[in-house]
């Protein structure tokens, strides 16, 4: 098919290529900080890297052809990309239900927010702390508390054997301790 007859957004609709996973229920649980982040992330992306952008976009149509014009190419590829995120992040705030973890400080029951020690079945412990899905970082051990741990996790109490299902049958973790921030933490 001749080049003319292609859309310059083919392949970039906001369906393509879901940033992070669907929420269920549209409940977009979050901490502060977690919040603070998305709006700053996005307040970026309207103040300071889209204007950068539509500014490189305006210099480089004004030297000509722009089929060739590498800078006006990838500026307006970085436009539609900055776009999706406005779009993705304006979505995400909208729907967002701050949760102040805070509140059950020095409890020992399993809820959004927690820092989780379990053993599993072979006595290997690990720490995880239960975030929002737009906040979660498995690198730095948080997971999602839509997360099958985090499911298994949530309303139990220090002590309880839960089981999580997992691709080889199940697996009982054993809740070793359970913490929140402290109020105004």
Not at 54 to 73: F, K, P, Q, T
Not at 98 to 105: E, I
Not at 146 to 167: F, T, W
Request: proline share 4%.
């Amino acid at each position: 098919m001749s080049k003319a007859f292609t859309r310059e957004t083919d392949g970039d609709s906001d369906d393509d290529l879901p940033e992070t996973a669907a929420l269920p229920t549209g409940v977009n649980y979050i901490t502060r900080a977690g919040y603070d982040r998305l709006r700053a992330e996005l307040l970026g992306l309207i103040d300071d890297e889209r204007p950068r952008i539509v500014e490189i976009v305006h210099w480089a149509a004004s030297n000509g052809d722009r089929s060739e014009n590498g800078d006006y190419l990838y500026g307006k590829k970085r436009l539609r990309e900055i776009d999706r995120r406005i779009r993705f992040l304006t979505r995400r705030l909208e729907i967002a239900e701050v949760v102040d973890c805070s509140q059950h400080h020095g409890g020992d029951q399993v809820f959004f927010g927690a820092n989780v020690t379990y053993a599993d079945e072979d006595g290997e412990e690990t720490t995880v702390t239960i975030l929002g899905v737009d906040e979660a970082d498995s690198a730095r051990n948080e997971i999602s508390w839509v997360s099958p741990v985090a499911r298994a996790l949530l309303k139990a109490r220090v002590g309880d054997l839960v089981r999580l299902v997992v691709p080889g049958g199940t697996q009982e973790l054993e809740i070793l301790s359970v913490s929140y921030p402290a109020p105004g933490g």
